[in-house]
């Protein structure tokens, strides 16, 4: 039986070599290390994309890089360190009015909050994701936000689609 390191997985990966010290190959490095689960690397990728764009004065790319360092500090449980960055992030986005990202974030920290058992925030911050991604029109943080959701009120989703009519439609249903 074979194992297999993420961290080289993440190395070995096209354009993600390990001298990459640009914020887009940071980013790239830090998304496959979340894809592959190796969080702890990730999330030093995306520390590093964060002090970069910082030192550019690029706040959407520091809201970006803080997004992301949420994500993998959730995944570890460090959730302190995942909701201080959220947070950071949910500022940045709101001040430069992105909804999207926004959304995404509130979605992080619905996260975070359930993780750490703290509901109702979870819920407000998994509402706040879902009314971002309705107002915005992207179906995939509508997704986002209602799995929060669910998972904030131990709800099964359901999603559904139908493929027959020439305009796709998706639509959600919680089962209780």
């Known amino acids: 039986m074979s194992t297999i390191s993420t961290e080289?997985?993440?190395?070995?990966?096209?354009?993600?070599?390990?001298?990459?010290?640009?914020?887009?190959?940071?980013?790239?490095r830090s998304e496959h290390c979340r894809q592959v689960g190796d969080h702890s690397t990730g999330r030093e990728c995306a520390k590093k994309a964060a002090a970069i764009a910082l030192a550019e004065g690029d706040a959407h790319r520091r809201a970006d890089a803080l997004s992301r360092i949420s994500v993998h500090s959730a995944r570890l449980s460090e959730l302190e360190q995942a909701v201080r960055a959220g947070k950071e992030a949910l500022r940045i986005y709101e001040s430069v009015d992105?909804?999207?990202?926004?959304?995404?974030?509130?979605?992080?920290?619905?996260?975070?909050?359930?993780?750490?058992?703290?509901?109702?925030?979870?819920?407000?911050?998994?509402?706040?994701?879902?009314?971002?991604a309705l107002a915005c029109g992207d179906a995939q943080a509508q997704r986002w936000a209602?799995?929060?959701?669910?998972?904030?009120?131990?709800?099964?989703?359901?999603?559904?689609?139908?493929?027959?009519?020439?305009?796709?439609?998706?639509?959600?249903?919680?089962?209780?």
């Open 8 to 28: 080289g997985a993440a190395r070995r990966s096209p354009g993600l070599a390990d001298d990459a010290e640009t914020y887009d190959a940071l980013m790239a």
């Open 98 to 132: 992105d909804m999207l990202g926004a959304s995404r974030t509130n979605a992080i920290l619905a996260f975070a909050f359930y993780l750490a058992d703290l509901l109702s925030e979870a819920a407000a911050h998994g509402i706040e994701a879902q009314r971002q």
């Open 146 to 176: 209602s799995l929060r959701l669910s998972m904030v009120y131990d709800l099964s989703l359901i999603h559904i689609s139908e493929p027959t009519r020439r305009t796709p439609i998706s639509y959600a249903v919680f089962c209780l």
